[in-house]
């Protein structure tokens, strides 16, 4: 059975940094993609970052490009999203996914979710 579970979350100021991270288990890492995925109230879910596990290609969306760093450690079953000088734009429920999606950046490309993870970013 397939499990993703995101921890890291927590209230943070504007321009703080913050690590999150997705440990999976039932799917060995190296073959699978897996989606760092936001939704803010009211509003639509975004795919902000992905990596192939196995050949390490990334993707991060324009909101996020140079300030959000994605990374895969195989051997720990783990994929962590590296967030600096957060905005409270960034305020959402960080999600990771994970699959074999044809888009990485499409949410609904994505088999399995975890259940989240808070992040407010506010003064």
């Known amino acids: 059975q397939v499990q993703l579970v995101e921890s890291g979350g927590d209230l943070v100021q504007p321009g703080a940094s913050l690590r999150l991270s997705c440990a999976a288990s039932g799917l060995r890492l190296g073959t699978y993609a897996i989606g760092w995925v936001r939704q803010a109230p009211g509003k639509e879910r975004e795919g902000v970052s992905a990596i192939k596990t196995g050949d390490g290609t990334t993707y991060y969306s324009q909101s996020v490009q140079g300030r959000f760093t994605i990374s895969s450690d195989n051997a720990k079953n783990t994929v962590y999203l590296q967030m600096n000088n957060l905005p409270p734009e960034d305020t959402a429920f960080y999600y990771c996914?994970?699959?074999?999606?044809?888009?990485?950046?499409?949410?609904?490309?994505?088999?399995?979710w975890g259940p989240g993870t808070q992040v407010p970013v506010s003064s």
């Open positions: 996914a994970a699959g074999f999606p044809p888009l990485l950046a499409l949410p609904s490309s994505y088999d399995y």
